[in-house]
């Protein structure tokens, strides 16, 4: 049983495989952590400090015991107004204008399975596999209740963080703050590493010492953003790929959000993270609840690598689902950096037709085939297939793509109205936007109103109609702006500090109700590339484009900093023509297929403009992919090099048997008079025999791991690593 209770010292114990949590309620109900760290195998309460640290109060019935503070305790579930001066979990406006909450301990309850949060994405698991944990607190002086959940997953050293904040009283409350996650660590944590960017340059990892005070990483643009990702890691100094302590948390939810971490005056360390508290204000009426979105979390005394390999395997078995859940992606090929809006059915169908015979599986007809969309002025919200571009429609078009072996998907911008747009002529009201101000424009398009019922029942339809109207297997959903004008129509106005999560909440519906009704569909996240890059979009597609630079070098650094928390097969990549769109390199057509390889692959470029020879490599790059891609998406994944500091990428798949291995990367430049570069393989068995196919060598797992393998020659830039490795029997 991963939960133990302590009735007597109200002690909880959450055991995993390889990691211990703990908490307890003490003499004065207060809810303190304990321990998240290493298995212990006691209670770590013996290592609680009580210092008496001046302008840290004491709560009322410690008396005058100066050095129980709220303040300096490590807390669970921190609350605002009440003495601890650290950033908060939770803070409640009452009827009478205060702002504090008192938490205390009131019960629990433990049962076998996880908890689902209704309207939310969250981590899914049986009764076999999981445990939930809940905590139940109260409000002294109101009757505000919480309820903390803890999902277990002990096998994979999970546990999800969520919280229910109930008003059972007779007057309305207004949440300003509800976090999914506080975590208050000992001292010892004393870096992060965030994944910051911006378009075309998404999840750059940065590692950086805590400094005293608070450090934030987080996003107000309505969406989990391009320039900061919702995940972070916590870690010791000393902490690498395959040693040391860290932490990771990541939130599920793909609106605005923060994670904030202090480092405090004692040198310890408190996570807050949930639903930015910027533009948040939720009113509680008596007898409503709030339920947070989840955060997961996960510890390794082994460093960043097991605790990537734990979201991996979190990421694929319990949170994406559906039919494309494990399942072989489909070899993709998108029109999009081929065509831009520029394209017709012959156009589309030649590049079909050349598609189908390299071996790719399926065509994806992107941005332009709709309402009156030449360019990126006009046309969204217009669902119905523009006749000029596609004469005999979407059926037809479909059809002629199936008789080439080949399936067909369709890009969609749901959430979106341009001004030029049939829709929005019929609805203006149904653009985001505030009565007396003009909105702000990007892309030259306003956003549909989410919260809205109607307009998520219109999206339905038109999209569902669609998709009966042709056999489409596959969806790409965009979203190419950030939010801001925050203001419905449908909404009172003490409750326009709702708008930016009922707008997550809305999306989630849509989303829930296509996925549902069409279960053979694969929809593929997209938000300019990867700005809406998060678990929250994972539970409802199995996959996302990970950036709009398809550029092999640039994307050894995004897919680096991504590959921390989201594994391999959420990772859209695709192979595109070179000079590249975005950068204007030139990269051989093989480093653009290893790199693409590390995701969900396709190819975004008129195969007809290939010479033969390069043709030919295609095909072989898509026979193998199809013959390793079980090893790639399935295997584990591990960083050999990180591509932002070294002269290389590298990086490694290792079937779950570890008989096989793949290693892959870029070797940035080649300098002349240089020793050859070295990498270590990871993951393998030692005393094995690997087989090189590549040269026919053999080296033991234990050489390899040990001492590594020299790197042939290499001649030009950004020359491909291939090395597959084959345990002899
Ligand atoms: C942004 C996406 O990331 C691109 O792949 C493409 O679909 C364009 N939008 C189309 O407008």
């Excluded at 949060?117 to 981590?123: D, H, K, M, Q, S």
């Excluded at 940065?206 to 953003?225: D, K, N, Y």
């Excluded at 204000?281 to 390794?300: I, M």
């Excluded at 429609?393 to 067909?408: C, D, N, P, V």
């Amino acid at each position: 049983m991963p939960v133990i209770v302590n009735e007597k010292s109200r002690l909880f114990i959450i055991e995993t495989d390889n990691s211990e949590y703990q908490l307890m309620a003490d003499e004065y109900g207060v809810l303190r952590h304990l321990w998240y760290g290493e298995k212990v195998g006691m209670s770590m309460e013996y290592l609680c400090e009580y210092p008496d640290v001046g302008f840290s109060g004491n709560i009322y019935e410690a008396g005058n015991r100066r050095n129980y503070s709220l303040d300096t305790l490590p807390l669970e579930y921190s609350c605002a107004g009440i003495g601890d001066y650290r950033i908060s979990a939770v803070s409640a406006v009452h009827s009478n204008g205060s702002c504090a909450l008192d938490l205390r301990y009131t019960g629990y309850k433990i049962t076998d399975g996880k908890y689902s949060i209704e309207g939310l994405p969250a981590v899914y698991a049986d009764s076999s596999e999981a445990q939930t944990l809940e905590i139940y607190l109260k409000d002294t002086a109101s009757d505000i209740t919480v309820t903390l959940k803890y999902g277990v997953l002990p096998k994979l050293d999970i546990i999800t963080r969520s919280a229910v904040i109930e008003n059972k009283g007779e007057s309305s409350v207004f949440l300003t703050n509800a976090a999914s996650l506080c975590l208050d660590l000992p001292r010892g944590y004393d870096e992060w590493i965030h994944f910051h960017g911006r378009h075309t340059m998404e999840r750059i990892a940065e590692r950086l010492p805590l400094a005293h005070g608070i450090q934030e990483s987080s996003s107000c643009r309505g969406t989990s953003s391009h320039q900061q990702n919702p995940s972070i890691i916590l870690c010791n100094k000393e902490c690498t790929e395959t040693n040391g302590n860290c932490i990771g948390a990541m939130l599920m939810y793909s609106g605005s959000f923060s994670a904030k971490v202090e480092y405090d005056q004692l040198d310890q360390t408190r996570l807050v993270m949930g639903i930015n508290p910027e533009l948040f204000r939720w009113e509680l009426k008596s007898g409503e609840k709030f339920c947070t979105p989840e955060a997961v979390v996960s510890f390794s005394a082994n460093g960043f690598e097991r605790l990537s390999h734990n979201f991996h395997k979190t990421i694929r078995e319990h949170i994406c689902r559906g039919k494309y859940k494990l399942a072989e992606r489909p070899v993709l090929i998108n029109n999009w950096e081929a065509t831009y809006f520029d394209f017709d059915e012959k156009k589309i169908l030649k590049i079909a037709a050349q598609a189908a015979q390299l071996g790719v599986d399926l065509l994806v007809l992107d941005d332009g085939w709709f309402g009156k969309r030449n360019d990126d002025c006009s046309g969204l919200g217009d669902w119905f297939v523009n006749t000029d571009k596609l004469h005999g429609g979407l059926g037809t078009l479909a059809e002629k793509i199936k008789a080439l072996g080949m399936k067909f998907g369709l890009w969609f911008e749901p959430e979106m109205v341009s001004e030029d747009s049939e829709l929005y002529r019929a609805h203006p009201e149904w653009a985001i936007h505030i009565p007396d101000r003009k909105p702000n424009r990007s892309r030259f398009q306003l956003l549909l109103d989410m919260t809205r019922a109607d307009v998520r029942q219109y999206l339905y339809e038109m999209i569902s109609s669609i998709l009966k109207s042709a056999d489409i297997s596959y969806i790409k959903w965009d979203m190419n702006r950030s939010i801001c004008d925050w203001y419905s129509a449908c909404l009172e106005s003490g409750k326009m500090g709702e708008m930016p999560h009922r707008y997550v909440l809305g999306l989630y519906e849509l989303l829930e109700r296509l996925t549902h009704d069409f279960p053979d569909v694969l929809f593929e996240g997209c938000s300019g590339g990867g700005g809406r890059f998060d678990a929250g979009m994972l539970y409802y597609c199995p996959q996302i484009w990970c950036s709009d630079d398809t550029d092999a070098v640039e994307r050894t650094t995004i897919q680096y900093g991504t590959s921390f928390f989201y594994p391999i097969s959420a990772v859209g990549s695709h192979v595109s023509a070179v000079p590249n769109h975005q950068t204007g390199r030139v990269t051989p057509l093989e480093t653009r297929a290893v790199t693409a390889m590390a995701g969900s692959f396709g190819y975004e470029l008129d195969l007809n403009t290939l010479s033969e020879s390069e043709k030919q490599q295609v095909k072989n790059q898509i026979l193998r992919f199809k013959k390793d891609g079980q090893l790639i998406h399935n295997g584990l994944y591990y960083r050999l090099s990180n591509p932002i500091t070294d002269k290389l990428a590298a990086w490694e798949f290792v079937s779950n048997d570890g008989k096989e291995a793949l290693v892959n990367g870029v070797v940035f430049h080649t300098e002349p008079n240089h020793t050859r570069y070295r990498i270590k393989l990871r993951g393998l068995m030692p005393e094995a025999n690997y087989r090189l196919a590549e040269s026919g060598e053999s080296y033991t797992g234990r050489a390899l791991m040990n001492g590594g393998l020299l790197l042939p020659k290499t001649w030009g830039d950004y020359a491909p690593i291939e090395l597959h490795f084959t345990a002899e029997t």
